[in-house]
């Protein structure tokens, strides 16, 4: 609500110990809380000088399109890297040509098969450098892209900064067809969620409805967002499972990416096929 967005607003300064804030960011889409009053709040913190820009995260054009009339939005930010490239094909990556803030721009890495690994390795080679920053610089060679890496490793973080190098032409084309988007439908009847670390997921329907760990939005608002025609921003996340006796398992995937919005899909649609990545 507006209020909120101005007590969130103050209480991050204060943790900060700022007086403004560089960029403030509009984190998801809420479909129970009207993006009028979002704005209006954010641009009365603009008035104030409490922040400079505003930005909107995880997003569609359509609700960028709303946001906007009710004030300027700056930044754009979404998840974008060599296995996840839904920006290509919606209409972020060239919207007004905004600014596009790339979150997790590395962390698919791990999904890499042996040949991407191998093609990267081999072209930094040619680079002189290695394969996070031949990543990076594909997802740079955008004139209005930013990346936004997560590092505790001071070398890492040199390499990071030294990624804003030039490709060529050719390699580009080669690294976009070792990387094609391939989105697979799945029963969602079909996935089981993985085990987190964390411990930040939800594992039945049940604990998806009681969402004691205060997901925003939750699964029952998106399983309302769903049922009244909204889109599923991007595709889940899955790898396969393993069935090593030839058993037919329980289910066939595990759910790795996009828990709010699959149990959403799931409460909404039950069976219905959910776009997926399989890894």
Known sequence: SYENVLKSCEASLQRLQVKRIYIYMIHWPNPNIPIEDTMLAMTQLQKEQKIKYIGYSNCTVAQLKEAEQYGGIDFIEWEYNLLERSVEHNGILSYQKKKLVCYSPLFHNIHFTLYQRQLLESMGVKYYKTSSQMALAWLLRHPNTIVIPKTNNAQHLKENLESNFSLAAEDIAVINRAFPRQVTYVNPLDITVLKSESGQAYY????????????????????????????????????????????????????????????????????????????
């Open 204 to 279: 039945t329907e049940e604990e998806a409805i009681e969402n004691k760990k205060n997901f925003c939005p939750s699964p029952l608002v998106m399983e309302q967002y769903f049922r009244s025609g909204g889109e599923l921003l991007k595709p889940v996340r899955v790898t396969r499972r393993e069935d090593p006796e030839n058993v037919r398992p329980l289910s066939r995937y595990y759910l790795t990416g996009g828990g709010v919005s699959y149990w959403g899909w799931r409460l909404a649609f039950k069976d219905k096929p959910i776009p997926a990545y399989i890894r």
